[in-house]
């Protein structure tokens, strides 16, 4: 079965910093181009951050630019997602994805003091 | 960055009764490669989105038929052909011809 697994959620005072996580089973995760995806309450999906398959590749959403940093370590099928400095505006959902096709369940991040 | 804009935002709909939800984009979406990567996503409520249609009409894998998508270049359609109550949910077109890849605002359907 194809599957996304994130962690790493939590309950963040505002400037602090968090380390989001995702395991992928099921699929090629080294050949896979993997993104990450937000959705604060109530609101659409916002498009977070992008790696390639061999980290060549990285983009950042101007919201999060400097603040975060999206790895992967293809050996153990893990996506990571360090954020610092974070804002109440980063308060969402963040999923995990495979292109289009594969998405986790998500994991919860909620910035407030 | 590709700005895509869904109308309606909002969509009644009649149990039964066929659906249709549309997406614009601000280029054309037709790739280099003679493709053209525009999906359809499906989130139910409390749950993440799902893959519904892949580069404009193809079903993904376990999607009824009821689904079809169509169009070129920068105006795309997806209708549900009888509405089921499973279906209510919101529904996002993404495109990935430009880089990078850009979600419209959703589209919700209730009953």
């Known amino acids: 079965e194809v599957q996304l697994v994130e962690s790493g959620g939590g309950l963040v005072q505002p400037g602090g910093s968090l380390r989001l996580s995702c395991v992928g089973s099921?699929?090629?995760?080294?050949?896979?181009?993997m993104l990450w995806v937000r959705q604060a309450p109530g609101k659409g999906l916002e498009y977070v951050s992008y790696?390639?398959?061999?980290?060549?590749?990285?983009y950042y959403a101007d919201s999060v630019k400097g603040r975060f940093t999206i790895s992967r370590d293809n050996a153990n099928s893990s996506l990571y997602l360090q954020m610092h400095s974070l804002r109440a505006e980063d308060t969402a959902v963040y999923f995990c994805?495979?292109?289009?096709?594969?998405w986790g369940q998500g994991t919860m991040v909620t910035v407030s003091s | 960055d590709i700005v895509m804009t869904q109308t309606p935002l909002s969509s009644p709909v009649t149990l039964g009764q066929p659906a249709s939800l549309s997406c614009r984009s601000s280029?054309?979406?037709?790739?280099?490669?003679?493709?053209?990567?525009l999906s359809w996503l499906q989130q139910r409520p409390g749950q993440p989105p799902r893959l519904l249609i892949y580069r404009i009409s193809n079903r993904f894998s376990g999607v009824p038929d009821r689904f079809s998508g169509s169009g070129a270049g920068t105006d795309f359609t997806l209708k549900i052909s009888r509405v089921e109550a499973e279906d209510v949910g919101v529904y996002y077109c993404?495109?990935?011809?430009?880089?990078?890849?850009?979600f419209g605002q959703g589209t919700k359907v209730e009953i």
């Open positions: 790696i390639s398959s061999n980290s060549g590749t990285i």
């Open positions: 993404v495109q990935a011809t430009h880089f990078p890849r850009t």
């Open positions: 099921g699929f090629s995760f080294s050949s896979s181009t």
């Open positions: 994805a495979r292109g289009a096709e594969t």
């Open positions: 280029q054309s979406l037709l790739h280099s490669d003679g493709n053209t990567y």
